[in-house]
């Protein structure tokens, strides 16, 4: 069955490290993205890929960068990690060959980053 | 701009109480509506959706008409299950863009 994975779970680091957070799907989708969910803000946009090669900021791109190498991964690097990027982060994709406004996301499990 | 505005919660009921979790929206063009759900420790996952108007989406229980006069998308079921307690997200996507437009979520508490 076709599925999207993230890796790790979770994650404990210190502020200033480069850290990075892997996302993979087997759903040969076109699109995938990135998102921070925190209280009292829902799930909020930060990086975005249409196809390979293809990257895009997102509402909260300040921090974070992508790569998209290929169709089935979109790593999220966070620079420099500071205390403010304490979240959980939340990988999606979406849209086969000829996407349209009716495609469904589809959410990986999620990584628990918390920054010391 | 889009955007999706869900009712606040947390809504707490007992076990086979009747749920309305409201939601509307405003959108440029003719959006598709999703709800999606997601439970604890867990990432969303699609619940139910419509793509026209008048059309009505149902899975487990719950269902929602998109409703294009009144801009809406309420969620609706009839008995609500301890499992059902999570969190619900209203959202739309329109022509031209992949990246949906998700509401606040509203968390939803069942006792038993």
């Known amino acids: 069955d076709a599925e999207i994975t993230q890796s790790p779970r979770h994650k404990i680091t210190e502020t200033g490290r480069q850290v990075t957070l892997a996302c993979h799907q087997t759903?040969?989708?076109?699109?995938m993205f990135w998102y921070r969910q925190d209280l009292g803000h829902g799930l909020r946009l930060i990086h975005y890929?249409?196809?390979?090669?293809?990257?895009n900021k997102g509402e909260v791109s300040d921090g974070y960068s992508v790569s998209r190498s290929n169709t089935e991964d979109l790593p999220l690097t966070l620079e420099s990690a500071a205390s403010s990027q304490t979240s959980v982060y939340f990988c999606?994709?979406?849209?086969?060959?000829?996407?349209?406004?009716?495609?469904?996301?589809?959410f990986g499990p999620g990584t628990r980053l918390t920054v010391l | 701009g889009n955007s999706v505005t869900q009712m606040e919660g947390p809504v707490t009921l007992s076990e086979e109480a009747f749920l309305t979790i409201n939601c509307t929206y405003t959108?440029?063009?003719?959006?598709?509506l999703f709800w999606y759900v997601q439970y604890p420790g867990e990432g969303l996952q699609l619940l139910l959706k419509?793509?026209?108007?008048?059309d009505k989406g149902s899975n487990k229980g719950f269902e929602a008409t998109y409703r294009k006069e009144t801009t809406s998308f309420h969620l609706e079921k009839g008995s609500v299950q301890v499992s059902d307690s999570a969190v619900y997200f209203c959202?739309?996507?329109?022509?031209?863009?992949?990246?949906?437009?998700f509401g606040r979520g509203t968390s939803l508490i069942v006792h038993p």
């Open positions: 759903w040969n989708h076109n699109n």
């Open positions: 890929s249409y196809g390979v090669q293809d990257t």
């Open positions: 999606a994709s979406s849209g086969g060959p000829g996407g349209s406004r009716t495609d469904t996301q589809y």
């Open positions: 959108a440029t063009g003719y959006p598709s």
């Open positions: 959202a739309l996507s329109t022509g031209g863009s992949y990246i949906p437009t």
């Open positions: 419509a793509t026209k108007a008048d």
